[in-house]
């Protein structure tokens, strides 16, 4: 897996390094001190996830943020001083795939990037639960600001609430895999979210609510896996793009 590592320290990006490469499959293919840096190297487009250290936090969400604007197929993973439902609801928001905590153990750590790296999310049990609750009671009161979806952006929404990527959905749909990108976004923001994760649950919880509906997908489409002494919990949905 090639992994980069965007971090002002200096020493903390070589221990990182170092660290990352003693495990088998992994490479760092970028290292560098900001994500404008990252952008402009060579070796952007080969990097599978790029941990950012966000040594300050605003700093580090407006860095996930920059990254998935100019490349939104590109997997971020936040470094913390720590972790909790919040933080790691605005780390989501700002586009991460999750968030770990510069404490953890390095077995960790490797479960986290492998995780993000397969289209899964890195996120904790409770604030999956706040996210899952939030939808539920936006769709239980009826949101009058979202915006009714269209067939086709329905079509796409049950492909990636089944854990289809752009270019299955694309060969699926028999379009190109920029109109799907231009689908997602649609759906985004007609939904309210800003990921796949977002769009997936508002789909398993409309689901829910029709008869039959939720029967139709793969049940592992938000099949869950306990890890870390059952602490955190990776919800198995397609990654951002």
């Known amino acids: ?11 903390f990006r070589k221990g990182l390094r170092a660290l990352l490469e003693s495990v088998k499959d992994f490479a760092v293919t970028l290292e560098t001190d900001g994500p404008a840096a990252a952008l402009k190297l060579p070796d952007f487009g080969r990097t599978k996830v790029l ?22 197929d590109t997997i971020t993973l936040l470094l913390t001083d720590h972790t909790d439902p919040e933080l790691e609801l605005r780390a989501f928001k700002a586009g991460c795939q999750g968030s770990i905590s510069w404490e953890s153990h390095p077995e960790l750590l490797e479960k986290a990037l492998r995780a993000v790296s397969q289209g899964e999310v890195w996120i904790s049990l409770q604030a999956s639960s706040q996210l899952v609750n939030k939808l539920v009671r936006r769709v239980s009161q009826g949101d009058n600001e979202i915006e009714e979806l269209t067939r086709r952006e329905w079509e796409v929404l049950v492909l990636v609430a089944s854990g289809n990527r752009n270019k ?11 109109t799907v990108k231009t689908h997602l976004y649609a759906i985004y923001r007609k939904l309210h979210v800003g990921t796949r994760m977002g769009a997936a649950l508002f789909f398993f919880q409309h689901a829910n609510r029709q008869v039959g509906l939720a029967d139709s997908l793969p049940a592992a489409g938000l099949a869950d896996k306990t890890v870390s002494n059952g602490a955190r919990r990776k919800l198995k949905l397609p990654a951002a793009r």
Do not use: K, T, W
């Not at 897996?1 to 320290?9: D, E, K, L, T, V």
């Not at 299955?168 to 190109?176: D, M, N, Q, W, Y």
């Open 51 to 72: 941990l950012i250290d966000a040594l300050n936090l605003v700093e580090g969400f407006e860095a996930s943020a920059q990254i998935q604007q100019h490349s939104p």
């Open 1 to 11: 897996m090639n992994i980069g590592i965007i971090s002002p320290r200096v020493l």
């Open 168 to 178: 299955e959905i694309a060969s699926r749909l028999c379009v190109s895999e920029n």
